[in-house]
């Protein structure tokens, strides 16, 4: 069974520009967690979605959102991006139909730098 | 609300010793928790998870952990380290209600195993 993809893997932007990043769950998970991942502030959860809808968000500014489709892929938008947006971005899904199934698994993730 | 704390910014150890890898955390009802493992420039390895039952958690690579719940601990152990243990490893407790994927990250501990 193929893993939780996220595409691209790397990514350069110039601040003030918007970016889009994209996860594929593994197949028959429909929960999709983001995460942005920096040296000074760790991880810290971003939004989750679930059936398209979403079920969670971090303390982000608006600048950061998402969506899910039918699916179950999921896509995060960046606009006007700022020096301090550059970190790893992990996307991370679920199997939520079996009452014990909590763990996520993420992608490898994409690395956002913003210059 | 929720918070995991991994005392330890690095853990040094000698290839064939025991390792052990702090974490405690402050959560409200039953916690649900994790260990995570990074590989440079790579997303989380699911390693292990505490949900209810034995206190000792079996997990991936021989790697196992052991509940507290008096101490609200989960350490992270390994009878006979791997220099391939070297990584990052990240504790993490589920937030919020039960139905829900978000993950609350400890800031990680850097483990150094040498031979």
């Known amino acids: 069974k193929a893993g939780v993809t996220q595409t691209p893997r790397y990514l350069i932007k110039t601040r003030g520009q918007q970016v889009t990043l994209s996860c594929s769950p593994i197949?028959?998970?429909?929960?999709v967690s983001w995460y942005q991942q920096t040296p000074g502030q760790g991880l810290q959860f971003l939004f989750e979605y679930f059936s398209e809808t979403q079920r969670n968000k971090g303390n982000f500014p608006g600048r950061f959102s998402g969506r899910q489709f039918s699916n179950s892929r999921s896509e995060m938008n960046v606009s006007t991006l700022e020096l301090g947006d550059s970190a790893l971005y992990l996307c991370?899904?679920?199997?939520?139909?079996?009452?014990?199934?909590?763990?996520?698994?993420f992608g490898q993730g994409t690395r956002l730098t913003v210059v | 609300a929720q918070s995991v704390a991994q005392p330890e910014d690095q853990v040094n150890v000698a290839e064939g010793n025991p390792l052990t890898v702090k974490c405690t955390y402050s959560?409200?009802?039953?916690?649900?928790l994790f260990w995570y493992v990074q590989y440079p420039n790579r997303g989380l390895q699911f390693l292990l998870k505490?949900?209810?039952?034995?206190?000792l958690v079996k997990g991936s690579y021989g790697f196992e952990a052991e509940f507290n719940k008096s101490q609200t601990s989960f350490h992270l152990k390994k009878p006979s380290a791997l220099v391939s243990d070297s990584a990052l490893y990240f504790c993490a407790v589920k937030g919020g209600s039960s139905n829900t994927g978000k993950l609350i990250f400890g800031q990680g501990t850097t483990l150094q195993v040498k031979p």
């Open positions: 505490y949900i209810t039952g034995d206190n």
């Open positions: 197949s028959g998970h429909r929960s």
């Open positions: 991370a899904s679920r199997d939520e139909r079996v009452l014990m199934n909590t763990e996520a698994f």
């Open positions: 959560v409200s009802g039953n916690p649900y």
